[in-house]
């Protein structure tokens, strides 16, 4: 029975198709087609039915899944243990987000790359998170505060920030001093986030409200200096801002919580050793980061 086989049955059955499970693999998908062919031919049982919209586990292959995934797991770790100290192969694909990534982790993404000439590195800038299984990527960077799921996360350092907004948005709707007035402000977000804020030893949380909406930190910094409303933002976004005096903190009395970096992958028993790899490697050049 061949592994590549599979593996391929395994990621078909946790991407829930034929197409995210190529783009995982980085292959095409006839190739995906004809490894599931090959295998379920040998098992003599139909492991897949196919649908309009992706693949589902049949009984047997909902059993045959766990058992498969297992042997995959052993041969990698198999696999890991005669290569050379330090020796990667294969390829790592990992979703970084854009407005910290081009300063902080595009760096680290290039020394894993000069110490690790035999590994493909994929690496995907953008601030709005990705399905990991569905997509195809073996593990992201995320900052901030992370919500409850089925992932697994490492915290890799610290990310600290404050709520700024303009001298002229503060001199024209006034400062806000407590949550509760924090709330009757525009506010400067990705979505429909809640805010974290600080009251002595406590955590409170707020959703605020606001007509601008961008899916990147770098836009929002504009929309904060354009006078547009309150922003909680990275202090690498704006600590030269700050100092210049085109935005001013606010809330000082209730500032948010640190937040943090984090390495997120998909569920397993064993992280890959790529991944630890990164890991251990951002945990090295995140210390120093604000």
């Known amino acids: 029975m061949d592994v590549e086989e599979l593996r391929t049955f395994v990621e078909v059955a946790d991407a829930g198709g034929v197409s995210p499970a190529a783009l995982r693999l980085g292959v095409s998908k006839s190739i995906v087609s004809r490894r599931l062919l090959r295998l379920e031919s040998e098992l003599g049982v139909q492991l897949l039915a196919r649908t309009t919209r992706g693949a589902a586990l049949t009984e047997a292959g909902a059993t045959f899944r ?3 995934a297992r042997v ?7 696999k890991e243990t005669i290569l050379p100290a330090g020796e990667l192969r294969g390829r790592l694909r990992v979703a970084v987000p854009l407005s910290f990534g081009s300063n902080y982790f595009a760096p680290v993404m290039a020394e894993m790359a000069r110490r690790h000439p035999k590994l493909q590195i994929q690496a995907c800038y953008s ?6 299984i ?8 995320r900052i901030g505060y992370l919500q409850d799921s089925n992932l697994i996360a490492r915290r890799v350092g610290p990310i600290h920030g404050k709520f700024v907004a303009s001298p002229g948005y503060i001199k024209e709707h006034g400062s806000p001093e407590t949550p509760e007035q924090l709330i009757a402000h525009q506010a400067l977000m990705q979505g429909t986030e809640a805010w974290q804020l600080m009251d002595g030893d ?3 949380t707020v959703r605020p409200q606001g007509r601008f909406k961008a899916d990147n930190g770098t836009a929002l910094v504009a929309a904060a200096t354009a006078g547009l409303g309150i922003a909680y933002l990275p202090d690498f976004l704006t600590d030269e801002l700050l100092a210049s005096g085109r935005l001013v903190s606010v809330m000082t009395r209730h500032p948010p919580p640190p937040a943090g970096a984090y390495v997120i992958r998909p569920p397993g028993q064993h992280p890959a ?18």
């Not at 995959?72 to 198999?78: G, K, M, N, P, S």
């Open 66 to 68: 766990d058992y498969a």
């Open 72 to 78: 995959c797991t052993e041969i990698d770790l198999a």
């Open 127 to 132: 601030d709005q998170f990705v399905d990991l």
């Open 134 to 141: 569905a997509e195809g990527y073996d593990c992201a960077i």
């Open 202 to 204: 406590k955590i409170i």
């Open 273 to 290: 050793r790529k991944i630890r790899v990164l890991t251990e490697l951002l945990i090295e050049h995140c210390d120093p980061v604000k």
